[in-house]
């Protein structure tokens, strides 16, 4: 028998008495748990509890994969918790009777099965995986400010033992195929042609369910959680503030309260949840997903194929630019004027996929994607001409001179300048609408987003092919006009000015770090700028505070460390000495950060954000946020600088830069660009 094909799951029984009951929701590229397919889930359920087939194996039918998770939209139309309560409960129910059938269930999980994709195969008595790239599952609710709430943070201990539940569902981690086998979430890892069989199999033979680890089970016990906690908590201490992201802590208390056992930790489940999915840091953490969501869907408008990419300077940006070209399927060739000026490049390439990939098989397939190119043979048939070398108008404009001329004619020429206006280094070009800007961020590995940055004369062509390409690799394309530091250099300037400023007043640079940390930042500016290096921070500190007519800290102190060749992380010294890839900070105790600084240093920042929103740098609010938190890591909690200012209160943050301004100088002046954000819904 079948439903009909306009609902989201469809029943076949076969010849054996095996329901197989798909899951293939209309309209959507991927399956998600919204009320509506828990409804449905819920009649069938009721269905095969009345008339008991032999078997139930749940499968999609979506070539993307198993299931994303709940359907984030609904998490934002709740008004209080109670509803929160009300929702959770009732997807509770559903996996309780599923997990209740008197047959034997099985999930097919092929691709992906995350959030409550991986819950619902929770609740199923066994779980097949299907052997492939794209294999993946995990409980990424924390990353949402959340925890897992369909039975997850019960049935995943169950089921792998707390050691591996708790690092998935504190961390939001996926696992691939393989270590889900071993941790306990899968009982069978299959090739795909495998899979029905073996479904089959399961059904017909039930073996008896993996138990997690003997120690896990013991772990588990009343008397051993208080021992265990102690170690969680200093694990998610050392990550994330609990004022900040209550999520982790609340994951914690749940096993620690009830270890994972009885109808009791469900009820807790679904109260404690409800309380997170109405708190300001789900509801902003929410607001960021979407807004990522947002930058991905700009990568939709142009055709371009985009396979062969040549990179211009093998510096520690343009080598990690084109690792990470090399990483996402494109072929490089990268160059620089001798050879050993790309061979280190090389190698930290090589360093980092073996590091990343754990495979030195992989690994040295990867590499053969990079190819140093001293004579720029890779220039005529590259699709993307990426240059990367030194802030310097005049050393840009020669190498244009020389590489534009053997460019193919559907290429497009792209600048990773931090700070220069486009318009400075088209004028010699033939064809200036070739060039367009393609700021990546340090670390390239870490940073998602790529500032797409339209000169006057970037033609419409060039930009979506650059939008085209940063998509390409896995990157999230911010579209802005060519302005003095484009957008986050720019707000970032006066953020690490007023650090400098508070070093000068003799405020010691942990204590400055620490004032940014307690608003949630990830690291403090002082920090912040030996990552950056001390070189580029000077260089773009001075083209964009000259542009814009900013008043500028005293110099000397950083202009002796860079004298020393004391650049910060990437020369093993700075601000702070760097051991490690760790910045190593005197131990303290180190004095409260004066009442002002939080201020201070969050307040300038916003204040340009105000001033590109004025300016029409970027064309709206939400993408000022979103360029700032996935371009320098602002507090994603916070939902972006200007979400931040709005709940704040906007009269009351221009009243406190009018303070700011009357006790420190101009400098706080506040922005005429604030009455836009006042009329801004």
Known sequence: MSD????????????????????????????????????????????FRAETPRGVVIRSGKQSGF??????????????????????????????????????????????????GLELALACRYRIGVKGDKFSIGLPEVMLGIHPGFGGTVRAVRRAGVRTAMEMMLTGKTLRADKALRAGFLDKLVYPSDAEATARMFVKRPPKPRKPPLLDRVLSLAPLRGIVKKQLLAQVRAKARPEHYPGPYAIIDLWVKHG???????????????????????????????????????????RAAIERVHVVGAGVMGGDIAAWCAQRGLNVTLQDRELKFIQPAIQRAREGFEKRLRNAGKAAEL???????????GVPGADVILEAIFENADAKHELFARVEPRMKSTAILATNTSSIMLEQLDDRLPDPGRLVGVHFFNPVAQLPLVEIVRGESSSEESIQKAIAFTRRIDKLPLPCKSAPGFLVNRVLVPYFSEAFFALLEGTPREVIDEAA???????????????????????????????????????????????????????????????????????????????DLEDRLILALANECAAVLREGIVADADLIDAGVIFGSGFAPFRGGPLTYARKRGVDTVVARLGELSQRYGKRFAPDEGWSKLRTTP
């Not at 559903?94 to 097919?108: G, K, N, Q, R």
């Not at 590499?367 to 043979?377: A, F, L, N």
Request: charged letters at 25%; aromatic letters at 6%.
């Open 4 to 47: 009909s094909a306009q609902t989201a799951w469809r029943v076949d029984t076969d010849a054996d008495g095996i329901a197989w009951l798909t899951f293939d929701k209309p309209g959507a590229t991927a399956n998600v748990l919204s009320r509506d397919t828990l409804i449905e889930l819920a009649r069938h359920v009721e269905t």
């Open 67 to 116: 299931i994303a998770g709940a359907d984030i939209k609904e998490f934002q139309q709740l008004e209080s918790e109670a509803q929160g309560v009300e929702m959770v409960r009732a997807a509770h129910r559903v996996m309780a009777d599923l997990e209740s059938l008197p047959c034997p269930t099985v999930a097919i999980i092929d691709g992906f099965a995350l959030g409550g």
């Open 260 to 302: 994972a056992h009885g109808q009791a930790a469900y009820d807790a489940e679904a109260v404690s949840i409800a309380h997170l999915m109405v708190g300001e840091t789900s509801r902003n953490l929410v607001r960021v997903f979407f807004l990522q969501e947002r930058l991905k869907g700009l990568g939709g408008k142009s």
């Open 367 to 377: 590499m053969t994607r990079i190819t140093p190119d001293v004579g720029g043979e």
């Open 517 to 595: 940390m307690r608003f949630g930042m990830p690291m403090g500016p002082v920090e912040l700028a030996d990552v950056v290096g001390l070189d580029v921070c000077k260089h773009v500190g001075e083209i964009v505070s000259n542009a814009l007519g900013r008043e500028k800290p005293d110099s000397t102190r950083i202009d002796a460390l860079i004298a020393a060749k004391k650049l910060g992380r990437k020369t093993g010294e700075g601000f702070y000495p760097w051991r490690d890839g760790k910045a190593v900070k005197s131990p303290g105790p180190h004095p409260e950060p004066p009442a």
